[in-house]
């Protein structure tokens, strides 16, 4: 008789749980690093075995002349940044961004437009006609392009779009100091056509703009009390950029970036969390605890949207310096 030795249990460490309260929230971006890096990082090995980190490139097809005041945004006509209102890019010059992306070895292409909503008409057809055009790469396709309506959004899932961004930004007692004109309400409302028609939510915020540690905590427990939770949670730290009113905030303390990493892969376990906005400030140390305070995601290219991020050479090898596997075979298909 051959005797079979107990099979170890696998022990999960994570819960998925949608009731997170704001003093739980405050509680976990206020642990002691140690404990919360060592927390993160279990749940993270537990929920997503691999380190596996996915490359988002991003584009901007429709740049500046926004008519919302989103106080951090160089996009903004109501703000005076060197950006300056131009045409919305071509269909093919876009697909052979995105070809450029795929040889980099990005996953994810994903397209930005400076607009307050979309609205019907050639630019959206165009629109739609890029998305299709992306996933025939083979890439996964996100847009972000303010509101939608629920027939967009059902044109937008037809069309093959795996994701659309739509940042909720900071919480919602912060908000009114960063956004007059479109509420929180009309945000939450964008995500829910955006999740009723099927197509996954890519939504984050961004710190650095002058938040309590409240407001963090609370935007974190806007996003974790999401039933699903969104796919994709980008943290941005924000890019002061001249001519915009937050021009003059000096750049958080990186440790601040792993601390609202850490948590959010603690509070959404199963999350793409993405390092965005604001890796060049943060270098390559802080760069490597958020990826073992479990960002599983980056935007690798040598731009943002107006902004720059660091060049794919030095992603690259910190990628590699850190030992996780970029993506060619995801698992996940957020
Ligand atoms: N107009 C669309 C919208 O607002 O949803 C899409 C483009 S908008 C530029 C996408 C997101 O980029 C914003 O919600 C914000 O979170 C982020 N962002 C913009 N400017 C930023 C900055 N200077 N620093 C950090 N994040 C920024
Ligand atoms: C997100 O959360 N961050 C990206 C993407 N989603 C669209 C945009 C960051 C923009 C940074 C400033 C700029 O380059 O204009
Ligand atoms: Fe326009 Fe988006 Fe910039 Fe706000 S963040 S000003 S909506 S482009």
Redesign the pocket.
């Known amino acids: 008789m051959t005797l079979l030795a107990a099979k170890p249990q696998k022990v999960e460490v994570f819960d998925i749980r949608h009731n997170w309260t704001l003093t739980e929230v405050k509680d976990l971006l206020e642990k002691p690093l140690m404990d919360l890096l060592w927390k993160a990082q279990s749940v993270h090995r537990s929920a997503n075995p691999g380190y596996k980190v996915q490359l988002a490139s991003l584009l901007s097809v429709k740049t500046g002349g926004?008519s919302?005041d989103?106080a951090?945004?160089?996009?903004s006509s109501h703000n005076n940044s060197e950006v300056s209102a131009s045409a919305p890019l071509n269909i093919d010059p876009v697909l052979d961004r995105a070809k450029a992306a795929k040889a980099a070895g990005a996953d994810r292409f994903c397209m930005?437009?400076?607009?307050?909503e979309i609205r019907d008409g050639q630019p959206f057809e165009s629109m739609l006609e890029m998305v299709r055009g992306v996933r025939a790469l083979g890439l996964e396709a996100c847009v972000?392009?303010?509101?939608l309506t629920d027939n967009q959004a059902h044109r937008l899932a037809e069309a093959g779009l795996t994701a659309y961004?739509?940042?909720l930004?900071t919480s919602p007692e912060n908000y009114e100091r960063i956004i007059t004109t479109r509420t929180y309400q009309d945000r939450l409302e964008t995500l829910e056509r955006v999740r009723s028609a099927g197509i996954s939510v890519c939504c984050?915020?961004?710190i650095?703009m002058g938040e309590s540690l409240t407001d963090r905590a609370s935007l974190l427990r806007v996003l974790a009390t999401m039933n699903p939770h969104p796919e994709s949670v980008?943290i941005?730290?924000?890019?002061?950029?001249e001519g915009?009113p937050?021009e003059n905030l000096s750049s958080i303390d990186p440790l601040e970036m792993v601390r609202m990493v850490a948590t959010a892969r603690i509070l959404m376990p199963k999350s793409r969390v993405r390092l965005?906005?604001?890796r060049e400030q943060l270098g390559r140390e802080a760069q490597v605890l958020c990826l073992l305070a479990g960002a599983d995601s980056i935007f690798y290219g040598d731009t943002?949207?107006?902004?720059s991020n660091p060049i794919v050479e030095a992603d690259r090898e910190l990628l590699s310096q850190a030992g996780v596997q970029v993506n060619w075979d995801l698992t996940k298909d957020d």
């Open positions: 926004c919302e989103c951090y945004c160089p996009q930005g437009w400076a607009w307050r972000t392009a303010g509101m961004n739509h940042n930004d984050g915020g961004i650095g980008p941005n730290s924000l890019v002061a950029v915009t937050l965005s906005a604001g943002l949207l107006t902004t």
